[in-house]
């Protein structure tokens, strides 16, 4: 059974206290509402399409999708998929980069540095779909994850060893790695603070750059601009915190140094499409029903 959109989310990904990965079930029938927006998220990201119609935009530029493919997008790379009207399924696994530094995965880890849109030979596609399924209902079941974890490192493997890259650019893939690195300081700054309170004109100095200059790289990484992103950063985290604790909304909202609750509202509605005690509930009766 498809899991219904009030039930799934791809961003942000909410991983529960005690949990190491995120598998879930999402699909749409014909002519059901969906819509994506460029973005981007905090933790690695891989999308396994059951049925799909539409293209893959990404940092190498845009990609025609198939049903079995396969999309992996690495922590902070911005992507968007502009999907058609036909019915459309796929499992989506979140989970930290950390895990690519464990010993079961560490062979893994060079294979999957930037964004990238795979697809398998017809006799293998069966097979990994299957793998992730297990992952799937394994997640649902056991409450430590060790089996989805080394069903997703099987997953990984056979990609690594069956799966074709497409459109690989890699002077483009390079030019972005290299743009990275320039705005690294700051971006570390964002990885461990829920709220940053950091003008532009800071943000350019911690880089050693001018403040034009940083703002055209980081909206060329992003597809946002500096002010936009530190928004979205604080939305990010926002909803994350409303997923795993009980603060109350008043409280959160000048934890993240939103002027007042109502701005916070607001902005979070904006982003998200609910406001976020709406957003705290379904989050809960999400994993109830899990836990079931």
């Given at each position: 059974?498809?899991?219904?959109?009030?039930?799934?989310?791809?961003?942000?990904?909410c991983i529960?206290?005690?949990?190491?990965?995120?598998?879930?079930?999402?699909?749409?029938?014909?002519?059901?509402?969906?819509?994506c927006?460029?973005?981007?998220?905090?933790?690695?990201?891989l999308i396994?399409?059951?049925?799909v119609?539409?293209?893959?935009?990404?940092?190498?530029?845009?990609?025609?999708?198939?049903?079995?493919?396969?999309?992996?997008?690495?922590?902070?790379?911005?992507?968007?998929?502009?999907?058609?009207?036909?019915?459309?399924?796929w499992?989506?696994?979140?989970?930290?980069?950390v895990l690519?530094?464990?010993?079961?995965?560490?062979?893994?880890?060079?294979?999957?540095?930037?964004?990238?849109?795979?697809?398998l030979p017809?006799?293998?596609?069966?097979?990994?779909?299957?793998?992730?399924?297990w992952?799937?209902e394994s997640?649902?079941?056991?409450?430590?994850?060790?089996?989805s974890?080394?069903l997703?490192?099987?997953?990984l493997?056979?990609?690594?060893?069956?799966?074709?890259?497409?459109?690989?650019?890699?002077?483009?893939?390079?030019?972005?790695?290299?743009?990275?690195?320039?705005?690294?300081?700051?971006?570390?700054?964002?990885?461990k603070?829920?709220?940053?309170?950091?003008?532009?004109?800071?943000?350019?100095?911690?880089?050693?750059?001018?403040?034009?200059?940083?703002?055209?790289?980081?909206?060329?990484?992003?597809?946002?601009?500096?002010?936009?992103?530190?928004v979205?950063?604080?939305?990010?985290?926002?909803?994350?915190?409303?997923?795993?604790?009980?603060?109350?909304?008043?409280?959160?909202?000048?934890?993240l140094?939103f002027?007042?609750?109502?701005?916070?509202?607001?902005?979070?509605?904006?982003?998200?499409?609910?406001?976020p005690?709406?957003?705290?509930?379904?989050?809960?009766?999400?994993?109830?029903?899990?836990?079931?």
């Open positions: 059974m498809n899991t219904s959109k009030s039930d799934a989310y791809c961003e942000p990904c529960k206290d005690g949990h190491e990965i995120e598998i879930h079930h999402v699909g749409y029938i014909d002519n059901e509402d969906y819509h927006e460029m973005h981007f998220h905090e933790v690695q990201e396994f399409f059951e049925q119609e539409g293209v893959f935009h990404y940092h190498q530029g845009e990609t025609t999708l198939e049903p079995f493919d396969v999309v992996y997008t690495p922590a902070m790379e911005s992507h968007d998929f502009d999907l058609t009207e036909q019915a459309k399924s499992y989506i696994v979140q989970f930290p980069k690519f530094e464990t010993h079961q995965f560490e062979a893994l880890s060079s294979l999957f540095e930037v964004g990238m849109h795979l697809r017809p006799e293998f596609q069966g097979q990994l779909l299957q793998i992730i399924r992952a799937h997640f649902k079941t056991d409450k430590y994850h060790a089996k974890i080394a997703l490192n099987l997953a493997v056979m990609l690594k060893e069956h799966g074709k890259v497409l459109n690989v650019q890699v002077p483009r893939i390079l030019s972005s790695k290299l743009l990275s690195a320039k705005i690294q300081p700051v971006m570390e700054i964002f990885r603070q829920t709220s940053v309170i950091l003008s532009l004109e800071d943000a350019a100095k911690k880089c050693h750059l001018s403040p034009s200059y940083f703002s055209r790289v980081f909206k060329s990484i992003f597809c946002f601009s500096y002010s936009e992103y530190v979205r950063h604080r939305l990010y985290h926002a909803a994350r915190m409303l997923g795993q604790s009980r603060v109350s909304i008043t409280q959160l909202s000048y934890d140094n002027s007042n609750p109502s701005h916070f509202i607001a902005q979070f509605k904006k982003q998200y499409g609910c406001t005690n709406r957003y705290r509930k379904a989050i809960i009766a999400k994993y109830n029903k899990q836990e079931a």
